[in-house]
């Protein structure tokens, strides 16, 4: 979390404004009525296009300069990138071909040859580099600062070089590299024009209400996208996306309410994708000032939350409770869990007292138009009162929530963040104690050291062995709890397959069809 842009763009799934829902304009309708055709047995059909309802109103399509996840979602389906991640955490070659490690700070990528912007320039290593060298001034620079050089080795080769090691350099590529066209960044507006070489290209945006692609014939992989177009809709309510869904307004919606998942997964007539925990919430303490400067205070907060209950009545089980940030499924999962046996008051209340905390009140930040951190404030302070701690909830706007989180001027909170990638960019931005993202204000020595394995050493045996160091540790000293990680499942009419959740949590529609 870079800043409070940064931190802004990892916050989508709980934004609950009232946004505009539009009714569907005649092109739209046109657009949903296009025929797919294919001959029987030739695999996926190609044609068609189709509405999908997402939950956030995208406000930016420079891959770089994004303020909110809702963009990414979009612009992930007109940018391409180096490599792709699938939803097994498998690394695949994209826009590279191939890669080879030269030593611990320099990696070479070969690039395809087939690649176009949507402007009809050749996608070249002289782009790779104009990028790379662009992001630095960005607020994604926070996940590439240890791209120290770009190398152009010839047309379709680059090599990088390095300010360390970097372990999870890969995932980050899968990430956060989207290639920018010189030309169009310099000669139009790329937060309202934007062009890449991704399977569809921009048509037009209607702010606050949707954002139309269309199929780009030049598209590198062979064969793909099928689709002749997707328009994106932004819709917040849960049950005006699942209404439109029923009534074939849109062919596909990012979330249904959770109190109708069960219902949902009986209905012929809906199709789901697989249930992914992709999404870590966690409560974040300040440690900077009394009650929570004392690490028995912190222990004790741990000691009193149930995550079953908070998953149950938050997100109707629709969730999976964790003390961690990587998800069963990931391979760095770990199952360490210091506080098994919790909830348990008896030994909260006994750390307190060795703390010597008598009538403990807290402040717990909440946001107005986030009923989901409000419903788990309103959980945890039941919880904690069986511990004899007082919970008071007060609720803030967004940007004065951002505000005081970053200024450290909060006592308790809860959030979540949005990048499931690899968890050494979780941990490690809000942990270190130099990191200008520890909006905890928890540091010290021997997490640095823990720390630092995870996020620079490129072997991944050893980089498993860290991780399961880190959490051990930060679990135990309680800047951070972690709680669940919210369960990611997409709908959409039977006739759609795909897009299926995977650990970006961007949505793409490159390999969507239409039977």
């Given at each position: 979390m870079a800043s409070s842009n940064e931190i802004a763009r990892r916050t989508f799934l709980r934004q609950a404004g009232a946004l505009t829902v539009l009714a569907g304009s005649g092109s739209l309708i046109a657009a949903c009525s296009s025929s797919p055709s294919t001959a029987k047995g030739a695999g996926p059909a190609r044609g068609g296009k189709m509405i999908?309802?997402?939950?956030?109103?995208?406000?930016?399509?420079?891959?770089?300069?994004?303020?909110?996840?809702?963009?990414?979602?979009?612009?992930?389906?007109?940018?391409?990138?180096?490599?792709?991640?699938?939803?097994?955490?498998?690394?695949?070659?994209?826009?590279?071909?191939?890669?080879?490690?030269?030593?611990?700070?320099?990696?070479?990528?070969?690039?395809?040859?087939?690649?176009?912007?949507?402007?009809?320039?050749?996608?070249?290593?002289?782009?790779?580099?104009?990028?790379?060298?662009?992001?630095?001034?960005?607020?994604?620079a926070v996940y590439l600062s240890a791209f120290q050089?770009?190398?152009?080795?010839?047309?379709?080769?680059?090599?990088?070089?390095?300010?360390?090691?970097?372990?999870?350099?890969?995932?980050?590529?899968?990430?956060?590299?989207?290639?920018?066209?010189?030309?169009?960044?310099?000669?139009?507006?790329?937060k309202l024009h934007p062009v890449g070489a991704g399977p569809f290209k921009f048509v037009n945006w209607v702010q606050n209400g949707y954002?139309?692609?269309?199929?780009?014939?030049?598209?590198?992989?062979?064969?793909?996208?099928?689709l002749d177009g997707a328009t994106f809709k932004a819709v917040s309510d849960g049950q005006v996306r699942l209404t439109a869904l029923e009534s074939g307004e849109a062919q596909?919606?990012?979330?249904?309410?959770?109190?109708?998942?069960?219902?949902?997964?009986?209905?012929?007539?809906?199709?789901?994708?697989?249930?992914?925990?992709?999404?870590?919430?966690m409560i974040a303490l300040n440690v900077t000032k009394p009650p929570f400067n004392d690490v028995r205070v912190r222990q004790a907060i741990a000691w009193c939350i149930d995550r079953d209950e908070i998953a149950k009545l938050t997100f109707y089980s629709e969730a999976t409770p964790l003390t961690e940030a990587a998800p069963p499924g990931s391979p760095f999962y770990s199952g360490i869990n210091p506080y098994a046996g919790a909830p348990d008051p008896a030994r909260a209340k006994a750390l307190l007292k060795q703390a010597g905390v008598e009538g403990l009140q807290v402040t717990y930040d909440g946001q107005t138009d986030v009923p989901a951190q409000i419903t788990m404030g309103q959980i945890i302070k039941s919880q904690l009162a069986k511990a004899g701690i007082t919970l008071n909830i007060t609720n803030y706007t967004a940007a004065d929530w951002i505000t005081r989180l970053i200024g450290h001027?909060?006592?308790?909170?809860?959030?979540?963040?949005?990048?499931?990638?690899?968890?050494?960019?979780?941990?490690?931005?809000?942990?270190?104690?130099?990191?200008?993202?520890?909006?905890?204000?928890?540091?010290t020595s021997e997490g640095d050291a823990l720390l630092k394995p995870l996020m620079f050493n490129t072997n991944e045996s050893a980089r498993k062995a860290a991780y399961a160091e880190v959490v051990r540790y930060i679990a135990e000293q309680a800047p951070l709890i972690f709680l669940l990680s919210e369960t990611q499942q997409y709908w959409m009419k039977p006739t759609v397959s795909g897009p299926f959740p995977d650990p970006t949590l961007e949505v793409d529609c490159s390999n969507v069809s239409i039977s």
């Open positions: 999908l309802d997402t939950v956030d109103t995208p406000i930016d399509m420079d891959p770089q300069d994004t303020a909110n996840y809702a963009s990414l979602q979009v612009y992930r389906n007109i940018f391409a990138r180096l490599v792709s991640m699938d939803a097994t955490y498998n690394i695949h070659p994209s826009l590279a071909h191939s890669w080879v490690q030269e030593d611990d700070v320099t990696w070479t990528f070969d690039l395809v040859d087939n690649a176009f912007f949507h402007n009809g320039d050749s996608l070249t290593a002289n782009d790779v580099a104009y990028t790379f060298n662009r992001v630095k001034s960005k607020p994604d050089s770009t190398e152009v080795l010839s047309k379709y080769r680059v090599r990088f070089h390095l300010s360390g090691p970097l372990g999870p350099l890969l995932p980050t590529l899968a990430g956060f590299s989207d290639i920018v066209n010189e030309r169009a960044v310099t000669t139009l507006n790329p954002i139309a692609l269309a199929r780009w014939d030049k598209y590198f992989e062979k064969g793909l996208p099928y596909w919606i990012q979330q249904a309410p959770p109190q109708e998942v069960p219902t949902l997964l009986s209905n012929s007539s809906i199709k789901h994708s697989p249930s992914r925990p992709y999404l870590p919430d001027q909060y006592e308790m909170t809860e959030t979540f963040f949005a990048l499931d990638i690899d968890p050494a960019w979780i941990y490690y931005p809000l942990c270190l104690s130099t990191s200008k993202q520890n909006f905890t204000g928890f540091g």
